[in-house]
């Protein structure tokens, strides 16, 4: 199963992003989405910024990610 997660760009130094991923802060290549600017979201995939997304968009799927953790947890416990 593949999983693309949305992160947000907080700098950009040449082909290379710093992107926070549920407050932790990875590097990730923007070769793909050479458009991408700071405070804008994207999707993450094996490291690579695979697409821009309105924040919207970013915010319902870390929402819909948290819950499925949340359950997880939940089901773990019980």
């Known amino acids: 199963m593949c999983l693309a997660i ?7 130094e040449g082909t ?4 926070d991923i549920g407050g932790i802060s990875r590097p990730v ?3 793909l989405t050479p458009d991408v600017n700071v405070g804008d979201y994207v999707l993450i ?3 690579y910024a695979i697409s821009v997304l309105d924040q919207e ?10 819950e499925m953790a949340r359950y997880e947890e939940e089901r773990e416990i019980h």
């Open 57 to 66: 968009e970013a915010h319902e799927t870390l929402k819909l990610l948290e």
């Open 29 to 31: 290549s923007i070769l």
């Open 45 to 47: 995939h094996t490291g």
């Open 16 to 19: 290379i992003a710093q992107a």
């Open 6 to 12: 949305p992160a947000l760009i907080q700098s950009i």
